[in-house]
């Protein structure tokens, strides 16, 4: 298995595997940033870290990164601002971390362009699979790239254009995150049908862990923020659904 080695200038030497998929780990605290390379190259992942804001942006860009593991809080800038400026770049999913349960965070790191989030302490376990579970959705996503589904669905004002993975909202594009993307199309598949918080998290991030459904909660958040709050219905205790026009 190869080992990825950051040189003192940033550079990373590969050995061998250049197929192996790439991680940047962006961690300012060295004990967690050697835990997570550790447990990602034990998975088969190329590793490279960071510790601070600026050199982050600078690895994404020289490195290109097939997932960024990335700390919200960082010195020089923070996690948020290094996520704005490596989306600009080129679209890379990001698993952001934060020492905080605070949801605002977590709702604003998802409008950056953040896939899915992890609150510490965490277990390697999970954050190892939640890395596989984002690569396995990019893939997917390019798969349905060269062979979409046809046709655009429509749901009143609502319409979601499977070939270009494009949403409409009364004609207005909304810019989507994939993972955003991938929930709203679980939800329209069976309009009006609840789906619970277990059933959301299996499909979308296939992740069978109930300890997850806090992310569900909040990328619906982030969603009704963008398509309309109105549009998706939650049942109490049980889970969500989208919500269309009466025939």
Known sequence: MEQTHTSSNGAA????GSAQRRVLVVEDDTTIVDAISARLRAEGFQVQTATDGPAAVDAAEAWQPDLMVLDV???GFDGLEVCRRVQAQRPVPVLMLTARDDETDMLVGLGVGADDYMTKPFSMRELAARVHVLLRRVERAALAAV???SGIMRLGELEIDHAQRRVRVRNEDVHLTPTEFDLLVCLANTPRAVLSREQLLA??????????TRTV???????RRKIGAERIRTVHGVGYALETPAP
């Open 13 to 16: 030497a590969h050995t061998t």
């Open 217 to 223: 909660d909040s990328h619906i958040k982030a969603l």
């Open 147 to 149: 062979t979409p589904r």
């Open 73 to 75: 809080m960082l010195p």
């Open 203 to 212: 499909e979308v991030w296939d992740w069978a862990d109930a300890s997850g």
